[in-house]
């Protein structure tokens, strides 16, 4: 076994669900534990549906620590328009043999990065409160992680408001203090993650593989679907399994070093990732970001994941 | 006379406000009424005195007004690092044939409004100063007003700071008056205005014309341009320049109608232009923003107003 050790934090969620399903078969990373974050819907939501995608996938053995119920100073903003009311587009997955650990997600993602020091890469595709929770909490964490990769923001226009992207404006001061943390972050944004869609026919495509996960896949991406539909994009946009398949293998994605800020006082701009990419003006270059991607190869990573379920 | 439009131009030059009053003198389209200064690139007292100087150069022999001495709130912020310390260093110029006229600039301009039968286009190639403050000083003219054709903001990305723009930074307060007020406004933001370079051979051919505007404006291209080549352009962007040219060549440039915002507080963002191209907040179109240019007819554009000097300096 010389895969790396890697941990998900999440607000399962139709684009987590699938993103779920993906970690199961990565090359470089194996998925030690995952942590529950509000975001897409509320956190019973996000911790019930993380733990039944995760045993419709056959990973009921990976460990869930639920974590923060709300942003760590405003009040939770949720997507139930894109995401249904149960998060999983109203689709119901089996109830969950199990229940989350007792351990909260910071103190989960503390005792992971102890036990893999140095060699833990985090993979955040939610708002990221437990990871700021955890960076105040143990201020050596930053040091014991490998890195970490989030799904959020933009380094150009958002789509909650103009400015930000849903996940970074659910939490910005969350977000700043990630960003800031001096870990190795690298931040996949839209810029990225708009770009490595789906079309409605791919997704039958993927469906026609035949396993019960390629088919959920298909089905629970169908609102979202919908919702991009009305935005002028024709496919849905694979933000966080875009995220998880950059982490295991970056090839196929172009990423540059970039100077990221959070801003968090704007009327306007409020959760906007504020970034030097292109401006005159720069900043001190704390993270990485991912810019670019190769769709028909990412399209055909995505095929090869999900068809080792089988049929 | 009768068919051109009636324009003000104001701006703070700067090289690029330069260029660009040299091209609006060369359009059969343009009839410019006056000329405001504002605050920007540098000091009032140097933006006013540029302003002069650069008329007497292109020949525009109208009432050039000052403007405030800074902007609305905002203390005022210079540019030395682009412009040079006069705000316009590079060839020696003639001195100015005017004085400024003993009014201010927002009182030129609505005496221009009033005096006008038709609406008034104003070319904004500054901070936006002197507008907002015609505006909130007489809303009662606003239907004198044609258009706002600006240079400013940047839907993407920002110079000055990561995410604003110069000229709506220094006066973003300015700004906010000016996108709210129902006028029609057109943005040459940096989403064009980067696109819109013109390169070091470009100035040759420029220069090639052979008259003294041509030449200055060619030694004022290679000023502009070590500012940029430093931080890795590969031309010089004429910012300003695009403003005129979206009023005489609209055909050369790719737009697009949206609602645009702008934001006056935050850590990072003060100064920004939050355009909404998807629609998210489901607000009305307030402005038509220029995101693609032809940059070689633009260049074209620019040659040929550098030949119209050539015949003369004077107009038809």
């Known amino acids: 076994m010389n895969k790396q050790p890697m941990l998900l934090d999440c607000d399962t969620g139709v684009d987590d669900a699938v993103a779920i399903l993906l970690t199961k078969h990565l090359i470089n990373l194996e998925l030690v534990a995952v942590t529950t974050v509000a975001g897409n819907v509320e956190l019973e939501h996000t911790t019930e549906n993380t733990l039944r995608v995760l045993e419709f996938a056959g990973m009921g053995h990976v460990p869930v620590y639920r974590g923060a119920a709300k942003p760590l100073f405003c009040e939770l903003y949720t997507a139930h328009h894109v995401h249904g009311s149960n998060g999983l587009n109203n689709m119901e997955l089996p109830p969950a043999k199990r229940q989350a650990e007792t351990m909260p997600a910071w103190d989960a993602i503390y005792e992971c990065a102890k036990r893999y020091a140095g060699e833990l890469t985090i993979i955040a595709i939610g708002p990221l409160t437990n990871l700021a929770l955890a960076i105040a909490k143990y201020k050596e964490l930053p040091k014991l992680l490998k890195r970490i990769v989030l799904m959020g923001g933009s380094a150009t226009g958002g789509n909650v408001t103009p400015a930000a992207e849903f996940n970074i404006y659910v939490d910005p001061e969350a977000a700043d203090m990630v960003f800031t943390c001096g870990a190795d972050v690298t931040m996949c944004g839209l810029d990225v993650t708009m770009a490595s869609y789906f079309t409605e026919q791919e997704l039958d495509e993927l469906a026609a593989q035949g396993s019960k996960q390629a088919v959920f896949a298909r089905d629970v991406l169908q609102n979202m679907l919908k919702f991009y539909r009305a935005y002028g994009l024709d496919g849905v946009a694979f933000h966080d399994p875009a995220t998880v398949l950059y982490a295991d293998n970056a090839s196929c994605f172009q990423s540059e070093r970039a100077g990221i800020r959070v801003e968090t006082k704007g009327k306007l701009t409020r959760g906007k990732t504020v970034t030097d990419l292109y401006s005159d003006k720069q900043m001190e270059h704390n993270a990485n970001i991912v810019i670019g991607v190769d769709r028909e190869a990412f399209l055909r990573r995505v095929f090869e994941n999900i068809a080792q379920y089988g049929r | ?106 009182t030129l301009m609505a005496e221009v409004l009033e005096a006008s039968e038709e609406p008034v286009v104003l070319v904004s190639t500054g901070p936006l100063t002197n507008v907002a403050t015609l505006l909130l000083l007489y809303p009662q003219l606003k239907q004198k007003i044609r258009a706002i054709y600006l240079m400013g903001g940047g839907i993407r990305y920002g110079n000055w700071t990561p995410a604003a723009e110069f000229n709506i930074l220094v006066d973003p307060e300015a700004a906010e008056v000016v996108f709210t007020s129902g006028l029609p406004i057109t943005m040459a933001g940096l989403d064009v205005t980067e696109r819109a370079l013109v390169f070091p051979e470009d100035f040759a051919r420029i220069r090639a014309v052979g008259n003294p505007v041509a030449e200055v404006v060619a030694d004022w291209l290679d000023f502009f341009y070590d500012f940029h080549r430093n931080i890795g352009y590969a031309g010089a962007p004429v910012h300003d320049a695009v403003a005129v040219a979206a009023l005489i060549r609209p055909e050369i440039m790719t737009m697009q109608d949206m609602y645009v915002a702008i934001e006056t507080t935050g850590d990072y963002c003060r100064g920004m232009t939050v355009g909404d191209p998807l629609n998210i907040w489901q607000k009305p179109a307030n402005a038509r923003v220029i995101l693609d240019i032809d940059r070689e007819a633009f260049v074209d554009l620019l040659v040929e107003a550098a030949e119209y000097y050539g015949k003369g300096g004077e107009r038809a």
Not at chain 2, 29 to 43: E, F, K, M, P, Y
């Open chain 2, 1 to 106: 006379m009768s068919n051109r439009i009636p324009v003000i131009l104001d701006g703070d030059p700067g090289h690029d406000d330069a260029i660009a009053w040299a091209l609006a003198v060369s359009s059969e389209l343009l009839d410019i009424r006056a000329v405001t200064s504002v605050c920007g690139n540098q000091t009032i007292e140097k933006t006013t005195y540029n302003a002069g100087r650069v008329l007497a150069l292109i020949g525009l022999d109208v009432p050039l007004a000052m403007g405030r001495v800074k902007p609305l709130v905002a203390d005022a912020r210079v540019a030395p690092s682009v412009h040079g310390a006069s705000g316009l260093d590079g060839p020696t110029l003639p001195e100015p044939k005017q004085q400024p006229v003993d009014k201010d600039a927002c």
